[in-house]
């Protein structure tokens, strides 16, 4: 038993590992008034095994730390990537504007510790980490020391300072965004009432949702026109699922001629459908959907690779089978059915059609769920080859006066993010489901912070207790804070924004899931999470590079 607990062995440092692990996570699972250390909690176990003597053998311990790194930034690479774009769209770009405006503050807030505080920048770039709960930062910057520091003795001394900055600085990250939160609704008297009518109704007029109509064609300049030629059709997309024609209900294909009296059944926006009816004629009291007939409707799901990637009009199965496509999902979102939409792996499409003929165009998109719960090991453990070459690739940096490397965080990260938003690559899906996509991740930051854990905890307690940690806590509530507090009040009072969409922009820009739990919770809405997703991606990329580049450009 002995030999197991030094970590000498590999079964041993397993152990070792198992039971950080599984300590850390009990630990983080505590909650007190809903907030908890969550995945945290794995670093702080780590943390007292080793001050209390327990040793894993170095290069098994940096070989668990490493590729857990990689796990990690892989998964989360493929999360973030197919929205990283897509946040950027609409009102997201203000909202990333300021959310990155929070991360140049921490940073700068960051620096003024090193410079005028006085503080390690090794040191500093771990208190940055822990003071906006960003585990990827840190790792970020315990890779940039690697590349920086070339003597083992001093690159060893310098690798637990990020560790224990992360670490005594984790708590301010916690609990200074909550306090941030709850001292803008009291400064601003805000009515959390009122914010949530207010976001409902924004969310209404920017976002409709999708509508039907049943429209009789009464306007005779339509006679005997292909229903592909009628005004509105083409540009707006809207949907004609189903027509009433000659006395039969049919699915209506671009050359379908009108007459007086059909009527078509249309999906989209209600303003659209006004739009329509106008140029159409008149809206019916005839409901086609509550018609008898051979049409029905049915969810398919695209997991055919030769179907991800093309567009509804590329596959043109109205024409070639007679199936209407009218709705698109995709990670829970629903999106327009229009010609252009590229459809991708996982997606699910509404089909409107004779089951026969639906059955065929299942056959071309695949329509096994199943396939959704294997992942795809060729692709993921590729990507991950193609990520650590990336990262070990040198290239030159200004001011700095050795190549650079992204690393083990940013190399990974880089690609997955690339991957996941090309989708597919001849037979090869980069589509992994995401309980897949968690328990990677998990099992990747887990296997890091045990590992970080362990190494820092014989130099912890020292350097809280008897060395700079407090200090280095204080300095870690300033990162917090100060660009917190600022960019809330540019938020509120300059810009006006909803305190639901400001909260959920906060804890984004912090990259901090417990923030937004209690975000949420004092919300009584999902408000503030439309604001967190937007900023999440940007945010994450942000704030491991700035961990990166601080350490290349302070650390000598």
Same mark, same amino acid.
Do not use: C
């Given at each position: 038993?002995q ?23 009990a630990?983080?699972?505590?909650r ?47 999360? *973030?990537?197919?929205? %990283?774009?897509? $946040? =950027?769209? #609409?009102?997201?770009?203000? !909202?990333?504007?300021?959310?990155? /405006?929070? @991360? ?47 003597d083992p003795?001093a ?28 001292? *803008?609704?009291?400064? %601003?008297?805000i $009515? =959390?009432? #009122?914010?949530?009518?207010? !976001?409902?109704?924004?969310?209404? /007029?920017? @976002? ?16 005997g ?13 809207i ?24 009527v ?31 049409i029905?409707? #049915? ?11 093309k ?15 009218t ?52 692709p ?9 070459l ?40 980069w ?5 897949a ?22 130099v912890?307690v020292?350097t ?24 809330a ?47 999440y ?20």
């Open positions: 038993m030999t197991l607990l030094d970590g000498s062995t590999a079964a041993g440092a397993v152990l070792v590992l198992a039971l950080v692990a599984g300590t850390g996570l630990l983080g699972s505590l007190v008034r809903g907030i908890g250390l969550g995945i945290a909690g794995v670093l702080f176990a780590g943390l007292a095994f080793g001050h209390f003597g327990v040793r894993v053998d170095e290069r098994t311990l940096e070989f668990a730390r490493e590729f857990g790194l990689i796990l990690f930034v892989y998964s989360i690479g493929l999360q *973030v990537g197919p929205g %990283f774009v897509a $946040s =950027l769209r #609409r009102h997201g770009l203000p !909202l990333n504007l300021l959310a990155a /405006a929070v @991360v140049l503050l921490g940073v700068a807030t960051a620096l003024g510790l090193h410079l005028l505080g006085g503080i390690d920048a090794a040191a500093v770039a771990g208190i940055m980490s822990g003071a906006t709960t960003n585990t990827p930062a840190l790792a970020a910057a315990q890779q940039a020391l690697k590349q920086v520091v070339s003795a690159r060893e001394a310098l690798a637990r300072l990020p560790s224990v900055g992360y670490a005594v600085a984790y708590p301010s990250g916690v609990f200074g965004i909550i306090v941030v939160m709850v001292g *803008v609704r009291a400064a %601003f008297r $009515s =959390l009432a #009122r914010e949530r009518e207010e !976001l409902e109704r924004g969310v209404e /007029a920017e @976002v409709p949702r999708p509508a039907r109509a049943n429209l009789e064609v009464a306007n005779p300049n339509l006679v026109m292909p229903l592909e030629r009628v005004p509105l059709l083409a540009q707006s997309g949907v004609v699922s189903r027509i009433h024609h000659d006395g039969t209900l049919q699915v209506p294909r671009p050359d379908t001629t009108l007459a007086l009296g059909d078509l059944l249309a999906v989209g926006t209600r303003e659209q459908l006004d739009a329509l009816r106008v140029v159409v004629g008149k809206e019916s009291d005839l409901d086609l959907r509550s018609l008898p007939s051979a029905t409707t #049915r969810r398919l799901i695209i997991t055919r690779s030769a179907a991800s990637g567009t509804i009009a590329e596959l043109d199965f109205v024409r070639r089978h007679g199936v209407q496509i709705r698109v999902s995709r990670a829970e979102v629903e999106l327009p059915a229009s010609p252009g939409v590229e459809l991708q792996y996982g997606d699910t499409v509404l089909a409107v059609g004779e089951a026969a003929d639906i059955a065929r165009a299942a056959s071309e998109l695949g329509d096994s769920p199943k396939s959704l719960n294997y992942p795809h090991l060729v993921m453990f590729l990507g991950i080859a193609l990520g650590i990336l990262g070990s690739w040198p290239f030159s940096l200004p001011g700095v006066p050795a190549p650079v490397r992204l690393g083990l965080a940013g190399g990974p990260l880089l690609v997955a993010i690339l991957l996941s938003r090309i989708g597919r690559i001849g037979p090869l899906v589509y992994m489901p995401l309980s996509n968690y328990m990677l991740r998990e099992v990747g930051i887990v296997l890091f912070l045990g590992a970080v854990g362990l190494h820092a905890g014989d912890f020292d809280l207790v008897h060395g700079p940690g407090l200090y280095w806590m204080a300095g870690g509530a300033l990162v917090t804070m100060v660009p917190l507090v600022v960019v009040i540019i938020g509120r009072a300059v810009l006006g924004l909803n305190f639901l969409t400001l909260s959920g922009l906060l804890a984004g820009s912090m990259t901090d899931p417990p923030a937004l739990a209690f975000a949420n919770t004092v919300a009584g809405s999902e408000g503030p999470s439309t604001a967190y997703a937007t900023v991606p940007a945010t994450m990329i942000l704030r491991v590079l700035a961990a990166q580049l601080f350490v290349l450009y302070l650390v000598r």
